[in-house]
């Protein structure tokens, strides 16, 4: 059995101002906290997914990436700013912290909480408590919910968007 360990949120948030959207993930993966941003295993389904509900160009580096959703108005955190974690297994995580998510809506014009996967929405109605919408994980390991399946369902942001 691996041994867990205790881990902080290595990123800060992405948003601004203009954010009138929040994507919300759990935690960060290990190869995500390696690379320096989020959904950055190279089988996450995160940006291709968002690329082509915008019908946009993939962005590959990290300044594309911040800068691809800062331009389509949407803010992207994680609900847990410290836990316990085996690998990158939400089911192994313990002694959560999370953060301060209330505050950083007050900073912008967010309209909806999109979690993304029902461990994110878990914590978020556990710690938060206020109103959000569940879209599937885009981790390689939700291999049951197909592509065209995460496009449909991420298409509902749009509707906060305009």
């Known amino acids: 059995m691996k041994k867990s360990n205790f881990v902080t949120h290595p990123f800060e948030p992405i948003y601004d101002e203009n954010s009138k959207v929040l994507l919300l993930g759990s935690f960060p993966s290990p190869k995500s906290r390696d690379v320096g941003f989020y959904f950055s295993h190279p089988q996450n389904r995160f940006f291709k997914v968002l690329a ?47 953060n301060d998510i209330k505050t950083l809506i007050r900073k912008t014009q967010i309209k909806a909480v999109f979690c993304l ?44 968007l305009n």
Request: charged content about 20%; hydrophobic content about 35%.
């Open 52 to 98: 082509d509900i915008f019908n946009d160009t993939l962005p590959t580096t990290n300044d594309e990436k911040k800068n691809f959703l800062l331009k389509h108005n949407i803010a992207l955190w994680d609900i847990i700013s410290s836990c316990e974690i085996v690998g990158a297994s939400d089911s192994s995580i313990k002694n959560v912290k999370v």
């Open 117 to 160: 996967g029902n461990t994110a929405t878990k914590l978020y109605k556990k710690y938060i408590g206020v109103n959000c919408f569940t879209l599937p994980s885009t981790s390689p390991a939700n291999c049951a919910v197909h592509y065209d399946e995460l496009k449909a369902k991420f298409k509902q942001i749009l509707q906060f």
